[in-house]
């Protein structure tokens, strides 16, 4: 079974700039989690999507969005890029029901640099 | 006070040595306790996922939640180079995808051969 896919794995930026960022889940996982990982502080929820509809967000601004489609696949959206959003991107993916045994599994991320 | 405290060391351990790695927390709601490993410049991977208190073992690895005490562990037994990387606990308050998880800053861990 193909884990965790995303694309691109690596990009570099400008301040001002906007980038979209892609998730494919696991096969007949049906959430997608965003977090973003930083030295200062750690891997931060951003926010999750199940069945193409946002069910949480974390502590971010309005610059972070992201969406999800049809086949499960989800995609995150920063605009006017800051400094301060350079970072490493990371997907999860889940089935999404509620219970127990709904693990995360993660991609590989995508290491995001903005000049 | 963080939600999750979580010693980033370096920890630097003999090979074969037993490891422990902790993680303290705030929130009497999480349930749900798991363990990633991450390598550098890799996504993390699921260790151990855990419910509740409790113990459970896989292999050369055991996961430890005390809820009583707001006290999670992982122990690797004779530990490898492999094992060197950075290990990361998470939790969350209930089982379904709606909450992300609150991961603990990460202990990187040194296996000298």
């Known amino acids: 079974k193909a884990g965790v896919t995303q694309t691109p794995r690596y990009l570099i930026k400008t301040r001002g700039q906007q980038v979209t960022l892609s998730c494919s889940p696991i096969s007949g996982h049906r959430s997608v989690s965003w977090y973003q990982q930083t030295p200062g502080q750690g891997l931060q929820f951003l926010f999750e999507y199940f069945s193409e509809t946002q069910r949480n967000k974390g502590n971010f601004p309005g610059r972070f969005s992201g969406r999800q489609f049809s086949n499960s696949r989800s995609e995150m959206n920063v605009s006017t890029l800051e400094l301060g959003d350079s970072a490493l991107y990371l997907c999860?993916?889940?089935?999404?029901?509620?219970?127990?045994?709904?693990?995360?599994?993660f991609g590989p991320g995508t290491r995001l640099t903005v000049l | 006070q963080k939600e999750v405290e979580q010693d980033p060391g370096p920890l630097s351990v003999p090979e074969g040595a037993i490891v422990s790695l902790n993680c303290t927390y705030s929130n009497s709601a999480f349930q749900y306790f798991m363990w990633y490993r991450q390598y550098s410049r890799k996504g993390p991977e699921l260790l151990m996922y855990?419910?509740?208190?409790g113990n459970k073992e896989d292999g050369r690895f055991t996961a430890q939640v005390d809820k009583s005490s707001k006290y999670i562990s992982l122990f690797i037994r004779d530990s490898q180079p492999s094992d060197s990387a950075t290990y990361l606990c998470a939790m969350r308050d209930t089982g379904g995808g709606a909450d992300g998880l609150t991961f603990g800053k990460g202990t990187h861990l040194i296996i000298q051969p």
């Open positions: 855990t419910y509740s208190s």
């Open positions: 999860a993916s889940s089935k999404g029901d509620s219970g127990s045994g709904n693990e995360q599994f």
